[in-house]
């Protein structure tokens, strides 16, 4: 397959991201605190970074753990702080209480994002009704990502819905690239490259030490040469 995958790996500080650029990141997720599933890090931690590599950087906006927006004012006023430090990509997704895509939250900041490009993601995962969430989603401008493992449960019970999806890639709400993410493994690669998803994303998967050390750029090497292999 000729068309080169795109590799995200998730950062935390300037040292995972310096890493993961040399072991052949294509960009980084940005975050802090895992123990919440990743929230939003702070301007000054966006700035390192930034100054530290020359990859694309989406940074997430999620204040709280779970899926609700919750204090909507806050998320608004980060998301303007991080533009005005030249945050440039973003990564967000909230729904309601009935699982429905919180669509005045997510209006609200992509007003404040300037048409950036975002990614929606792994809300998906938990939505009431998969199809029903792209296509309401389909013309929101900058969407061009989703995050999803198929499945709340990750890819391995995913998988399918993910082959299905991809196959509807010219429909109307499944044009953004799906970014495969949440329990992802390297013998998941082959059936998803062979059904034309080219787009990954790795977190634990590059810190074979656990969370509380730095991403490996040997790990990341290791699925970077996976990917051009397929």
């Known amino acids: 397959m000729s068309n080169r995958a795109v590799l995200e790996v998730i950062a935390l500080d300037a ?20 123990a919440a599933d990743g ?13 530290a590599v020359d990859i694309p950087l989406r940074v997430m906006l999620r204040l709280a753990d779970g899926f609700a927006a919750g204090d909507v004012d806050a998320l608004v006023r980060v998301t303007r702080e991080l533009r005005s430090e030249g945050a440039e990509e973003f990564v967000l997704g909230f ?46 401008p900058g969407l061009d990502t989703y995050l999803t493992a198929g499945s709340a449960a990750g890819v391995d019970e995913g998988l399918p819905t993910l082959l299905a999806e ?12 799906i970014l495969v993410g949440g329990g992802l493994r390297l013998e ?14 790795i977190g634990g998967a590059a810190r074979p030490a ?19 292999e397929d």
């Open 166 to 177: 991809a196959a509807r890639r010219d429909e109307p709400g499944y044009e953004p690239q």
């Open 95 to 140: 729904l309601d209480e009935e699982g429905h895509p919180d669509l005045v939250t997510v209006e609200r900041l992509i007003a404040e994002m300037e048409g950036c490009c975002w990614t929606f993601h792994r809300a998906i995962d938990r939505t009431s009704d998969r199809d029903g969430l792209r296509k309401l989603l389909a013309d929101l």
């Open 188 to 201: 998941h690669v082959p059936p998803l490259r062979a059904a034309g998803i080219d787009g990954f994303h």
């Open 15 to 34: 040292e995972d991201a310096i890493a993961a650029q040399a072991g052949g990141a294509d960009r980084l997720e940005l975050v802090t605190d895992m």
């Open 210 to 228: 656990g969370w509380s050390a730095p991403v490996s750029p040997t790990a990341v090497r290791t699925w970077r040469k996976a990917l051009d």
């Open 39 to 51: 929230l939003t890090p702070s301007r000054e931690t966006f700035a390192r970074i930034r100054a």
